[in-house]
């Protein structure tokens, strides 16, 4: 790790959510500790062997917290083993302790995967400390020493880079899913404030027809024109605290009608002649949708299909079927293609704007194979998209 870099992780915030304990945790205990046992009863040359199975265990345990407490558990492991070597040297004894507790370098890589900056700068200056006064105690050469050296500050590196891909990966899911809100955001000014404006000009037009009738009609008609109006601004005032100066910039340029439910069966028509056979069926009643809903629809489908035909390999058939129900429709999207369980590169973004997109609207998703080949996008939406306003 360079210099700027590490000064520049020093400012970083302790990690958020860390698990406490999961079974893995549990598993590696559980081995150690027995491992510590054998070692001490069939290693006739190990030095204070009763107080270094204890010393041994003690570590291990402190396993259990080094996602919660890493600077704690790190400096306890580090300082006391650099309190042994020192006793150790003191008492004329050789190297204290186990082969077992080489478990220590899980400590430095917990430090720089969960703790803050300043825990992991401090964690640092006592690993140093601890290798400075091993190296006293068992000098073996200017090779040993630095090869020590680096053997500590190996898994440190190591957890400061698993950080450092699991926060851009993390930070990507986040950017897919500000893009899919601003998506929506756009949608439903496009198509909500059509009917709003609608509302406010036949308010406008009944208000001088009115002119004529009794001026209690006038006065309902101009309340509805006002109320219009006023819905009409705040509602542009939110999206646009959704949407960024680009994005607007974008958007403004290509104000299109938002597609709906009767353009899915399109995607079938824009196939390319190499691609799988595309299939829409459509079942139920699926009038009275709300704008928001049925553009979601075609979203999810298009997303869908497009995904299999970029991930599945050799698919022959992408089936979309949407079914009309009483409170609810349902978006499947399935194929016969065979899918890599864990793409590579940045897969995985669209299902997260799916994801977002559904939840919005107080939906559900599920996607995942079918069976032995396949891979299934099964999405159920309210009719009236209740989670828009949520």
Same mark, same amino acid.
């Given at each position: 790790?360079?210099?700027?870099?590490?000064?520049?992780?020093?400012?970083?915030?302790?990690?958020?959510?860390?698990?406490?304990?999961?079974?893995?945790?549990?598993?590696? #205990?559980?081995?150690? /500790?027995?491992?510590?046992?054998?070692?001490?009863?069939?290693?006739?040359?190990?030095?204070?062997?009763?107080?270094?199975?204890?010393?041994?265990?003690?570590?291990?345990?402190?396993?259990?917290?080094?996602?919660? *407490?890493?600077?704690?558990?790190?400096?306890?492991?580090?300082?006391?083993?650099?309190?042994?070597? /020192?006793?150790?040297?003191?008492?004329?004894?050789?190297?204290?302790?186990?082969?077992?507790?080489?478990?220590?370098? #899980?400590?430095?890589? $917990?430090?720089?995967?969960?703790?803050?900056?300043?825990?992991?700068?401090?964690?640092?200056?006592?690993?140093?400390?601890?290798?400075?006064?091993?190296?006293?105690?068992?000098?073996?050469?200017?090779?040993?020493?630095?090869?020590?050296?680096?053997?500590?500050?190996?898994?440190?590196?190591?957890?400061?880079?698993?950080?450092?891909?699991?926060?851009?990966?993390?930070?990507? =899911?986040?950017?897919?899913? #500000?893009?899919?809100?601003?998506?929506?955001?756009?949608?439903?000014?496009? @198509?909500?404030?059509?009917?709003?404006? +609608?509302? +406010?000009?036949?308010?406008?037009?009944?208000?001088?027809?009115?002119?004529?009738?009794?001026?209690?009609?006038?006065?309902?008609?101009?309340?509805?024109?006002?109320?219009?109006?006023?819905?009409?601004?705040?509602?542009?005032?939110?999206?646009? $605290?959704?949407?960024?100066?680009?994005?607007?910039? *974008?958007?403004?340029? !290509?104000? @299109?009608? *938002?597609?709906?439910?009767?353009?899915?069966?399109?995607?079938?028509?824009?196939?390319?002649?190499?691609?799988?056979?595309?299939?829409?069926?459509?079942?139920?009643?699926?009038?009275?949708?709300?704008? $928001? &809903?049925? !553009?979601?629809?075609?979203?999810?489908? *298009?997303?869908?299909?497009?995904?299999?035909?970029?991930?599945?390999?050799?698919?022959?058939? /992408?089936?979309?079927? =949407?079914?009309?129900?009483?409170?609810?429709?349902?978006?499947?999207?399935?194929?016969?293609?065979?899918?890599?369980?864990?793409?590579?590169? !940045?897969?995985?973004?669209?299902?997260?704007?799916? /994801?977002?997109?559904?939840?919005?609207?107080?939906?559900?998703?599920?996607?995942?194979?079918?069976? !032995?080949?396949?891979?299934?996008?099964?999405? &159920?939406?309210?009719?009236?998209?209740?989670?828009?306003?949520?």
């Amino acid at each position: 790790m360079a210099l700027n870099d590490f000064l520049a992780m020093a400012k970083e915030p302790r990690v958020p959510d860390a698990p406490r304990r999961v079974w893995r945790d549990w598993v590696l #205990v559980g081995a150690l /500790i027995p491992t510590a046992i054998a070692e001490t009863l069939l290693r006739p040359t190990v030095v204070w062997p009763v107080f270094s199975l204890v010393w041994c265990v003690g570590l291990v345990l402190l396993l259990l917290w080094r996602r919660t *407490q890493p600077l704690a558990v790190t400096v306890a492991a580090f300082g006391s083993a650099m309190m042994v070597s /020192i006793v150790s040297y003191l008492a004329g004894v050789g190297d204290v302790g186990l082969y077992t507790m080489a478990a220590l370098l #899980v400590f430095p890589y $917990a430090a720089a995967r969960w703790g803050s900056g300043r825990e992991l700068l401090l964690a640092t200056v006592v690993m140093i400390g601890a290798w400075l006064s091993s190296a006293v105690v068992a000098y073996s050469g200017l090779g040993d020493l630095i090869g020590g050296f680096i053997v500590m500050m190996f898994p440190l590196e190591l957890g400061a880079l698993v950080r450092y891909q699991v926060g851009s990966r993390q930070q990507q =899911i986040e950017r897919a899913k #500000v893009a899919t809100r601003q998506q929506l955001a756009r949608e439903l000014h496009d @198509t909500v404030a059509h009917h709003v404006s +609608a509302i +406010a000009i036949q308010a406008q037009g009944g208000r001088a027809l009115a002119a004529t009738k009794p001026e209690t009609a006038a006065e309902v008609l101009a309340t509805i024109e006002e109320e219009a109006s006023r819905a009409l601004t705040e509602m542009r005032n939110m999206v646009g $605290a959704l949407r960024d100066d680009d994005a607007d910039d *974008q958007e403004s340029a !290509t104000l @299109t009608p *938002q597609p709906g439910v009767a353009d899915i069966s399109r995607l079938a028509d824009v196939a390319r002649p190499d691609s799988p056979r595309i299939e829409v069926q459509v079942d139920g009643d699926l009038a009275g949708l709300r704008p $928001a &809903v049925e !553009t979601a629809l075609y979203r999810l489908a *298009q997303e869908s299909v497009t995904n299999a035909v970029r991930h599945a390999r050799n698919p022959s058939r /992408i089936l979309v079927r =949407i079914v009309g129900c009483d409170d609810s429709v349902r978006l499947t999207v399935e194929d016969d293609g065979i899918h890599n369980p864990a793409p590579s590169g !940045t897969s995985g973004f669209g299902l997260v704007g799916m /994801i977002e997109r559904v939840s919005l609207l107080g939906g559900s998703i599920d996607a995942g194979p079918s069976g !032995t080949r396949g891979w299934t996008v099964d999405a &159920v939406l309210p009719r009236s998209g209740q989670g828009v306003t949520a």
